[in-house]
């Protein structure tokens, strides 16, 4: 699965303003919601959803990366928003460093194979260094989006 099929690039936020982990989740379903891909009846239950699924087990993978997700009745395909915090956040990662980079992926209910394979698009990139650093530098809609099609139109970058 590319990028450019679930990435919400209008939702993309180049300095989240949230200085913790729960907001950073519910800021990032906000820009969601302003980009018309979820309900504003549901923004809060896909948060509350996300940040349950976060208190169970933290996806600060480390790195400066955390990939919250969930599987949430209010969508219908599966869909990513970006966010960037200069500052970084704590997301309780496994190297115990703060986040710089938030993707957040929420995933129909009834699709787990879409889910499965945005996760491992997503994860096979954040494993290179390289792809991270460019992430990071990511500062507006259109930087994030050449970065994610160069990155699907290169798998081996």
């Known amino acids: 699965m590319r990028f450019d099929e679930f990435v919400c690039f209008e939702a993309t936020i180049p300095e989240l303003q949230a200085a913790d982990r729960d907001g950073a989740i519910t800021e990032l379903i906000a820009a969601l919601v302003k980009?018309?891909?979820?309900?504003s009846e549901s923004a809060k239950e896909v948060a509350k959803a996300v940040i349950k699924?976060?208190?169970?087990a933290s996806t600060g993978m480390g790195k400066g990366v955390a990939v919250p997700h969930v599987k949430h009745a209010a969508v219908k395909h599966v869909l990513a928003a970006v966010g960037q915090s200069s500052g970084g956040i704590d997301f309780a990662?496994?190297?115990e460093q703060p986040v710089y980079s938030v993707i957040l992926l929420i995933s129909p209910v009834n699709?787990?194979?879409k889910h499965l394979q945005a996760m491992e698009n997503v994860f096979r990139h954040l494993?290179?260094?390289k792809f991270r650093k460019f992430l990071r530098q990511c500062r507006t809609p259109a930087e994030l989006e050449d970065l994610l099609k160069e990155a699907?139109?290169?798998p081996s970058w």
């Open 152 to 154: 699907d139109e290169n």
């Open 35 to 39: 980009a018309g891909k979820i309900s």
């Open 53 to 56: 699924r976060e208190n169970e």
């Open 127 to 129: 494993q290179k260094e």
């Open 93 to 95: 990662s496994l190297d």
């Open 111 to 113: 699709n787990p194979d």
